[in-house]
């Protein structure tokens, strides 16, 4: 599906990744937001793209969103917390959200969706791990979530002629980036006390970090590009960074030399998935390859986070 000319809705359009990826759209296309603003500001969404505000488990904002007018609908809305304090409420609005924007597409006949998934649906895979890769085993809700998503998105696919893309995020960084992400924590905390560090877990967990400029790219290539009923893409970077190295560089670019002091254990939090490393070569057969290595794409989100508290 070319992205030029068409009538989109972009849920979460507020949010990180929703919010650039409308930025990206909006020149060439007509773009609507739909967001209920909880984790997101109605500053990111961008001048020229169309706003509704509201929570999509409502089914009055589903039907106002979801028109028979779009070309598609790019599905972000998601309860993002990967430790969050309620997970099984987690699970059950991401699921519920997701199931009411496919059936609203169906009764409309929308048939292309693009969907927001996440490298936690492998758990604690071997490295690098392919698309293919089974059997999947998530460690947190969210993760459960995110594949039980994917498994909707799957359905209406196949049994309603829908065209499909899924995206398995590594850790996408840029703008916007909000508390509870590892560089805006590791800036709040060394704003708080710039001669101490607290790491959660040991250092050592290691991750696939890709900037949302990159992110945003990938994801309009594969959907220009990809044609199967389902198309599964991770999109991250050949390199990892370790959380350790996230203190170093997020350190070096405030100026500061504080100590770093570890909580302990292999992971941060219950879920954490320690080691995680996407095989992109799918993605590369497609013809799309990252420039930003791992630690680049750190670096760079660091300072535009630094950057934004100007």
């Known amino acids: 599906m070319q992205l030029s000319g068409k009538r989109v809705l972009v849920t979460g359009g507020a949010g990180f990744v929703g919010s650039h990826l409308a930025e990206r759209l909006v020149g060439d296309n007509e773009v609507r937001v ?6 997101s500001s109605p500053e990111w969404v961008p001048d020229d793209a169309a706003v509704i505000e509201g929570d999509l488990t409502d089914p009055a904002v589903i039907e106002e ?20 304090e309620d997970p099984n409420a987690q699970f059950g609005r991401n699921n519920e959200i997701t199931e009411r924007v496919l059936a609203r597409m169906e009764e409309v006949g929308v048939r292309k969706v693009a969907f927001t998934s996440s490298s936690t649906v492998y758990g ?7 698309e293919d890769f089974a059997p999947l085993e998530p460690i947190s809700m969210y993760g459960a979530s995110k594949l039980a998503c994917e498994s909707l998105v799957s359905v209406y696919a196949h049994s309603y002629d829908f065209t499909a893309w899924s995206f398995r995020f590594a850790n996408i960084v840029g703008p916007h980036l909000q508390l509870g992400a590892v560089i805006p924590d590791f800036i709040a905390k060394l704003d708080e006390d710039p001669s101490t560090l607290e790491i959660l877990g040991d250092g050592r967990q290691e991750k696939s970090y890709m900037h949302i400029t990159e992110c945003t790219d990938a994801m309009v290539h594969v959907i220009e590009t990809a044609e199967a009923p389902v198309n599964t893409y991770n999109l991250g970077t050949r390199t990892t960074t370790s959380v350790t190295r996230i203190g170093e560089i997020v ?3 405030m100026g500061l030399d504080p100590e770093f002091e570890f909580t302990g254990g292999s992971q ?13 070569e799918k993605l590369a057969a497609l013809g799309w390859r990252p420039e930003d290595s791992s630690d680049d794409a750190v670096r760079r989100a660091t300072r535009e986070l630094l950057d934004e508290r100007q």
């Open 34 to 39: 739909v967001d209920h603003f909880a984790n």
């Open 65 to 84: 969103a979801i028109a028979p007018d779009l070309d598609a609908v790019f599905h972000f809305a998601a309860d993002k917390a990967v430790d969050s």
């Open 124 to 130: 604690t895979a071997p490295r690098p791990t392919p």
């Open 251 to 253: 350190a070096e670019e």
């Open 268 to 280: 941060g939090w219950t879920g954490d998935v320690p080691r995680m490393g996407l095989s992109i």
